[in-house]
């Protein structure tokens, strides 16, 4: 079992852009030193509270300086915004400054995203159905062509090439049958979305699950759940009270500025239409700890909850976790990724995995 950090890098007033940063280096080098394995962020554009993770890459680039074992996650590329050549060049020369330490996950995008950046609704699916084989090709051949509807290559090559055996571990996300369906089929991980209990993706799940035994594969599940911890579990809700509620709250800040539910729904982001993001935002705390939304408690409270994933989830091969979430102070981060490095973790790992 592996344990990771994620962060979506939510910006909120009180701390500047360079704050936000910085703590997060910070975060990740003392995650490296307590033994996490990985540290995920997002990417987003356009929605300060839900996130600056404009250039992943480039923050990578920065903690790669600072660090020598953890590895780094992008969770998600949003593909139809790149050109899949510059970004597989880009993921390319990156690698080689992070030591070959990347990994990455692809998708669309959340649902408010097409407006902002100028990508026809309707376009998205179809941008990122022709940008995953276009990128790809790059990153696993010497010299590719294509011809397609949004990109038309002759003869291409990137300059620097991946080293000649490296492949990337690559995931995707969301909620929808057909992206899990194809994860299996691929070979691909799945990331599930942090904020939903296991009951409410064990279909699709389940999905990517029959797909990878069809196809031959070893099913790849990343858990992630935002976590704060206190030896005392009044002062853990105390504590966690105002992130969690911004944290949720940042799911409802960008929705009105997603197109007409009829619109979402047609173009396949049925999800942000069902009101699940908005019902988060109004939900009570301790509501959202019993129906294993967040995890804020004791270690030992937490610990639970992982095992109960682990007992249901098949598959399930790292368990990440979301310390900094809605401007948490950044003391109370690093002290929730040291009890769980510390009292949580040795639960969970072997001693061949140490």
């Known amino acids: ?46 929605f300060p509270e839900f996130s ?64 902002k950046l100028g990508i026809p609704l309707l376009e998205s699916q179809p941008r990122y159905d022709e ?6 090709a790059a990153l696993e051949q010497e010299r590719f062509s294509h011809e397609g509807r949004f990109w038309t290559i002759d003869d291409s090559h990137l300059a620097p090439r991946p080293a000649p055996a490296r492949r990337f571990r690559i995931f995707v996300g969301g909620t929808s049958d057909s992206t899990y369906i194809r994860a299996g089929e691929c070979g691909w991980g799945v990331a599930v979305p942090p ?18 035994a069809v196809a031959g594969h070893t099913p790849d599940i990343v858990w992630i759940h935002a976590c704060h911890l206190d030896d005392d579990p009044a002062v853990a809700r105390r504590d966690a009270a105002l992130a969690i509620e911004r944290f949720m709250l940042a799911q409802k800040v960008a929705l009105p500025e997603a197109a007409p539910a009829e ?11 069902a009101g699940i993001l908005e019902s988060f935002s109004e939900m009570p705390l301790e509501k959202m700890i019993d129906d294993d939304i967040v995890w804020v408690g ?46 949580v973790i040795p639960q969970f790992r072997s001693a061949s995995d140490a």
């Open 195 to 212: 904020l939903l209990p296991y009951e409410w993706l064990r279909k699709p799940l389940d999905l990517y699950r029959e797909a990878c």
């Open 1 to 46: 079992m592996r344990f990771g950090l994620y962060s979506e890098l939510q910006s909120w007033p009180g701390k500047s852009p360079a704050q936000v940063f910085h703590e997060a280096l910070d975060q990740l080098v003392h995650g490296e030193e307590s033994g996490f394995d990985v540290y995920s962020v997002i990417e987003h554009y356009c």
């Open 298 to 343: 004791t270690p030992g409270e937490v610990a639970e909850r992982i095992r109960a994933v682990v007992d249901v989830c098949e598959g399930l091969t790292e368990v990440s976790i979301t310390t900094n979430m809605g401007g948490t102070e950044h003391w109370k981060a690093i002290k929730t990724q040291q009890l769980f490095a510390e009292r």
């Open 263 to 273: 619109e979402l729904v047609a173009a396949g982001y049925g999800f942000y239409a």
């Open 131 to 136: 940008a995953v084989d276009v990128l790809l």
């Open 52 to 115: 600056i993770s404009a250039n992943p890459l480039a923050f990578f680039a920065a903690a790669a300086q600072r660090t020598d074992r953890i590895r780094f996650r992008t969770l998600l590329h949003t593909l139809p915004a790149h050109n899949p050549v510059v970004l597989a060049s880009q993921i390319a020369a990156a690698d080689v400054l992070m030591g070959g330490r990347y990994e990455f996950g692809i998708g669309r995008g959340h649902g408010w995203l097409p407006p």
